[in-house]
């Protein structure tokens, strides 16, 4: 056998070297393709508080926002979309009072009127304030979820935010001074 015939190099072989080596040129300097766009952050509501009526539309659909009650204070969740946006696992809580579905840890115990909170076990209250602890420090506290119009307060011009162990009642009582203040 005539080992020389093995290492004759023609024009093909040169060609099939140039395209092998241009290929692997090409893999090693693409550029990686751009990361989609970060979610956009809606700007935060002015503190308000909601009748059930008004909450309903904040559901991610009618309005870019999704909020939703629990234990009377309306939660701005629209940052966790992927939970509460439009067909996702929860979604059936957004614009909703969301007490009664979270202590049952049941998403379709919700409701289009006025829950209160009635026939809830003490467990269950105590898993719905569960819920209420890590969302206060999760979620933007937009107000209250009333009864009705007469109830609302006054938070003035104060936008909704994180409001962590601070109670919203000593807020009301503040007339939304601080964010008043924070505007002037
Ligand atoms: C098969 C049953 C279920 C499974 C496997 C499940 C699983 C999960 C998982 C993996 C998370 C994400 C945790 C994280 O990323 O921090 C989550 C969050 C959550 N789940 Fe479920 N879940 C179930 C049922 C339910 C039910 C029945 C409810 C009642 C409404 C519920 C309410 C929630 C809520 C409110 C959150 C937190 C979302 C947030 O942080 O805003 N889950 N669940």
């Known amino acids: 056998m005539d080992l ?21 040129f090409y893999w090693l300097t693409r550029s990686e393709q751009p990361l989609p766009s970060p979610p956009k952050e809606l700007a935060p509501l002015t503190m308000t508080d909601m009748t059930v009526e008004e909450l309903r539309k904040y559901d991610g659909v009618k309005n870019e926002h999704i909020l939703f009650g629990l234990n009377g204070t309306i939660y701005d969740v629209t940052r966790g979309k992927g939970f509460y946006g439009p067909g996702k696992a929860y979604g059936t ?37 569960e819920w209420e602890t890590q969302f206060k420090f999760k979620y933007l506290t937009v107000g209250r979820l009333v009864k009705n119009s007469s109830e609302k307060a006054d938070y003035g011009n104060r936008k909704a935010f994180v409001r962590g162990a601070e109670s919203l009642d000593s807020i009301i009582n503040d007339g939304g001074e601080e964010g008043s203040k924070k505007d002037n």
């Open 93 to 129: 809580l957004a614009g909703h009072d969301a007490t009664r579905a979270l202590g049952t840890m049941d998403q379709n115990a919700v409701s289009a009127e006025w829950d209160d909170h009635a026939g809830l076990t003490a467990d269950e209250q105590e898993t719905a304030n």
């Open 4 to 24: 020389s015939s093995w290492f004759e190099f023609t024009v093909y072989d040169a060609v099939f070297l140039v395209v092998v080596l241009g290929f692997f």
